[in-house]
């Protein structure tokens, strides 16, 4: 959604601080991006205008990650569709090296723009990532029950080794009818 209609992006947990936006001005920026505690660019909360080629690099990363998982019992989130992904997007984006990046205002592909804002040692700067009321992980949790969620490692996903890999999945799913079906009818 946000490639083709751009617009703000927070995971159900996150808020932005009062002062954010007396501070920050979404509208003079292409894209807007807050520093995680990895030194990454957040996942959790991103802004960008319709077709910012920082979202189709992001998107393209998590499509070949997808592609490329050869057992969906054995999806890392973190690297396949998470903050890898994204640091991984931006950063084709930006055309810059290295694992971290710092705060700053980039320009990259098609002299389209990213503001990358923030400290990884004060993730709560700008967005405050996790309801105040749930900075305790069980809390958290438990609130997540409440609503009839199941938060991702609860799952347990790792532990069901399937032997199918992303791409057999998908081919299975939109095909699943017509793989049994003949398409030659006899004739008697």
């Not at 967005?127 to 438990?142: D, E, F, G, Q, S």
């Amino acid at each position: 959604l946000l490639w083709e209609y751009g617009g703000i992006y927070a995971d159900i947990d996150s808020s932005p601080v009062p002062h954010m936006f007396n501070e920050t001005t979404l509208d003079d920026d292409d894209a807007f991006f807050v520093i995680e505690p990895l030194g990454t660019p957040s996942q959790w909360f991103m802004a960008a205008s319709p077709r910012h080629p920082v979202m189709y690099m992001i998107m393209n990363r998590i499509i070949v990650n997808l592609m490329n998982t050869k057992d969906l019992g054995d999806f890392q989130v973190v690297f396949v569709t998470g903050p890898a992904a994204v640091n991984d997007g931006f950063k084709a984006f930006a055309r810059i090296e290295g694992r971290t990046n710092p705060a700053g205002h980039y320009v990259g592909v098609g002299n389209r723009t990213a503001t990358l804002v923030g400290d990884s040692k004060n993730e709560d700067e700008y967005i405050t990532r996790i309801i105040p009321a749930l900075k305790n992980y069980v809390a958290k949790h438990a609130e997540y029950q409440k609503t009839g969620m199941t938060h991702l490692i609860k799952m347990k996903l790792r532990e069901k080794k399937t032997n199918i890999s992303c791409l057999e999945a998908f081919y299975e799913n939109e095909y699943k009818e017509e793989l049994y079906k003949p398409s030659w009818t006899a004739v008697p």
